[in-house]
């Protein structure tokens, strides 16, 4: 009931291309979503977070889809570019706890 | 520049050493994380602190130890008794709030390779 499953484990997209990840979740008591971008040999930062209340939330060319019958949310990169070629994490927590349970990421390259 | 410093970024120990990973951060967050970072496992969370004087094991402590003795810093300790520690560690920071969103954010890591 803890885990977050992300799929899939690797992607690779031609520049302009649309890539999607997507995590599913058992624990309905989750309420915070993050995703985490990280570059080879640096830390994680935080790209977006949604929370269960809306079912899309936009940033840039970066949109995150909750469906919460379902109990998954997914990372949409638009127009994608090679600088956007990274490992994707995306997290849940749930109130009363500082813990995040993060999915086992994906390694993104976007192809010139 | 606020933020979160790791040092060092690389750091070599042979068999039977006890190392210890500097994190310092100066957002003055009252929560601090250390992680493990192995490919294709994603992050596992090895302790945490959410005060000063006070931390709670993660889900895999076993052959580490952290101190909490000044709000900025929360050092961590590979032992000896850590049977395979190479791997990229991770620490991260968060105001600290129970209820509602605690973004965390991380620092830059720290590349520990056995010998």
């Known amino acids: 009931q803890q885990q977050v499953k992300q799929s899939p484990q690797s992607l690779i997209v031609q520049k302009g291309g649309i890539p999607i990840i997507n995590c599913a979740y058992e624990?309905?008591?989750?309420?915070?979503f993050p995703w985490y971008q990280q570059f080879p040999g640096k830390g994680p930062a935080l790209l977006i977070a949604?929370?269960?209340?809306?079912s899309e939330k936009k940033e840039g060319r970066f949109t995150i889809s909750f469906n919460k019958s379902a109990k998954q949310f997914s990372l949409h990169i638009m127009d994608s570019q090679p600088g956007d070629s990274a490992t994707y994490f995306c997290?849940?927590?749930?109130?009363?706890?500082?813990?995040?349970?993060f999915g086992t990421g994906t390694r993104l390259k976007v192809l010139a | 520049d606020g933020g979160i410093t790791q040092s060092p970024k690389y750091l070599f120990r042979k068999e039977g050493q006890n190392v210890t990973l500097s994190c310092e951060q100066n957002?003055?967050?009252?929560?601090m994380y250390w992680y493990r970072q192995d490919p294709g496992q994603g992050l596992r969370l090895i302790y945490y602190?959410?005060?000063?004087?006070?931390?709670q094991k993660g889900d895999i402590a076993e052959g580490y130890s952290v101190s909490r003795e000044k709000k900025e810093s929360f050092p961590l300790t590979v032992t000896s008794a850590q049977k395979n520690p190479t791997a990229f560690y991770l620490c991260?920071?968060?105001?600290?709030?129970?209820?509602?969103?605690?973004?965390?954010?991380f620092g830059p890591g720290t590349r520990l390779t056995v010998l």
């Open positions: 991260a920071s968060s105001i600290g709030k129970l209820l509602g969103t605690d973004t965390q954010y």
């Open positions: 624990n309905t008591a989750f309420d915070y």
């Open positions: 949604i929370r269960p209340d809306v």
């Open positions: 997290a849940a927590s749930r109130p009363g706890t500082y813990k995040y349970i």
């Open positions: 957002l003055n967050h009252d929560a």
């Open positions: 602190s959410q005060i000063v004087n006070d931390f």
